[in-house]
């Protein structure tokens, strides 16, 4: 091997000879060009033998001895599809995209299993917010608003015991359940159901007057809508085959107004359908009624005709 690189180094055009009956003594010397392409390592120990062949090859094509050099494999990948290189080239928002599969859609999937809790009680952010759900048999809660005042102002920054948070209104009204001390309540956790399932409470002790036959109507009532503090809770009416909305107690100009009717043709029972849960002539008792006396007039609306409903709550 020494003297033919010395050959080489003194005549070129020798070494070129010599080249060409290198080539011309193998007669598989394209076989041998595929075997190096597929198997670098033996085509390496080729160019270790022949040391003439790749001072030739380095001549004819300096890229390719580049290339071989580098990573065999990857260049005859350039080679036969180049458009793919180019492609990868173009669009590496792709191959990022492909990269980023898992963190990019892990960080949403994550925020959302954070926020999972707040679901779970239904209290959380609405209960601090002071957003109140609405309760269909019971609709206005506060006293600020001419409502019951089932609903008051938290102004000891109370903790819900169902959701744990600090809601801008607590429950006030009663909670019929075998502990000791009433929990403190938001009307979301109230309005879920999720305050009496935790509890296995009601929060309502009255007995229909008609007749309800829709058994989730009850459910609603009894376990998902806020009761209120009354003398008596003895009697809430139901027509239409549906529990009335209860509307808390009736101002002196509503009774002043059925006491009248009482008063012309046909006395008490003008009113008398009004008055479920009286099966006699209560004239007597409807005048002695105020809103702050010992006999108050509660006033409940029927959800479908809208007829009001009254019942008496004495001390």
């Known amino acids: 091997i020494p003297p033919k690189r010395a050959a080489i180094k003194k005549s070129p055009a020798k070494a070129a000879a010599a080249v060409k009956k290198t080539v011309a003594t193998k007669k598989s010397a394209p076989r041998k060009a595929t075997a190096a392409k597929k198997s670098p390592t033996s085509k390496a120990a080729a160019v270790k033998k022949a040391p003439a062949k790749k001072g030739g090859a ?71 917010k002071g957003a109140l759900p609405t309760f269909r048999y019971h609709p206005n809660l506060l006293k600020s608003t001419g409502g019951t005042g089932a609903m008051e102002p938290n102004g000891e920054k109370s903790k ?76 809430w009416p139901v027509h239409c085959n549906e529990p009335c909305a209860f509307l808390g107690l009736a101002p002196q100009s509503e009774i ?37 006396g010992d006999i108050a007039l509660v006033q409940y609306q029927c959800l479908t005709c809208s007829i009001k409903q009254y019942t008496f709550d004495m001390s």
């Open 58 to 128: 380095i001549q004819k094509s300096p890229a390719k001895a580049t290339v071989v050099k580098k990573s065999p494999s990857k260049a005859t990948t350039v080679k036969k599809s180049p458009a793919k290189a180019t492609a990868a080239k173009k669009s590496p928002a792709k191959k990022g995209g492909a990269l980023k599969k898992s963190p990019a859609k892990k960080a949403p999937a994550g925020q959302k299993k954070a926020e999972a809790p707040m679901k779970q009680p239904a209290g959380g952010d609405k209960a601090a």
């Open 160 to 235: 819900c015991d169902v959701c744990s948070a600090t809601p801008k209104f607590i429950y006030t009204g009663p909670v019929y359940h075998t502990g000791e001390d009433n929990p403190t309540l938001c009307a979301p956790c109230i309005a879920s159901g999720a305050a009496a399932a935790k509890f296995k409470c009601t929060f309502s002790g009255a007995q229909f007057v008609g007749k309800c036959s829709n058994a989730a109507s009850k459910k609603e009532l009894f376990e998902r809508t806020p009761g209120f503090n009354f003398y008596n809770e003895g009697e």
């Open 256 to 292: 002043d107004q059925l006491v009248m009717e009482t008063k012309t043709t046909g006395g008490w029972k003008n009113v008398a359908l009004r008055f479920p849960g009286e099966t006699s002539d209560s004239s007597d008792r409807l005048v002695d009624s105020a809103p702050d």
